[in-house]
């Protein structure tokens, strides 16, 4: 059983930036894809980015690309996403999660964090 821990989340001004850390311990397996979630109040959980376990492959939300960078420690087993240029719109609970190689689909995914707020002011 894989245990996947966030943090980092926080109270940030619009155009600041934050790094969220994802630690994982537990079984591991050979191949598989890390991803970034987020729900925000009153809306459903949406993909915001994943990457393949050896770093090769990255997924993107559109909302989201070139403003955050997803990146993988496998020496440390962390996955971290920083996000730099935020909106208001970004203020959500972000979520860790573990799913196969080369999906991006949030079914897939059956092993999640308990999440990390992140809240974006005006």
């Known amino acids: 059983q894989v245990q996947l821990v966030e943090s980092g989340g926080g109270l940030v001004q619009a155009g600041g930036s934050l790094r969220l850390s994802c630690a994982a311990s537990?079984?591991?397996?050979?191949?598989?894809?890390m991803g970034w979630f987020r729900q925000a109040p009153g809306k459903d959980r949406e993909f915001v980015s994943a990457?393949?376990?050896?770093?090769?492959?990255?997924y993107y939300a559109d909302s989201v690309k070139g403003r955050f960078t997803i990146s993988i420690d496998n020496t440390n087993n962390a996955v971290y996403l920083q996000m730099h240029s935020l909106r208001p719109e970004d203020t959500a609970v972000y979520y860790c999660?573990?799913?196969?190689?080369?999906?991006?689909?949030?079914?897939?995914?059956?092993?999640w964090g308990q999440g990390t707020l992140v809240t974006v002011s005006e």
């Open positions: 537990g079984r591991t397996f050979s191949s598989y894809t």
């Open positions: 990457i393949s376990w050896n770093g090769d492959n990255t």
């Open positions: 999660a573990l799913g196969p190689y080369g999906s991006y689909a949030l079914p897939d995914y059956g092993c």
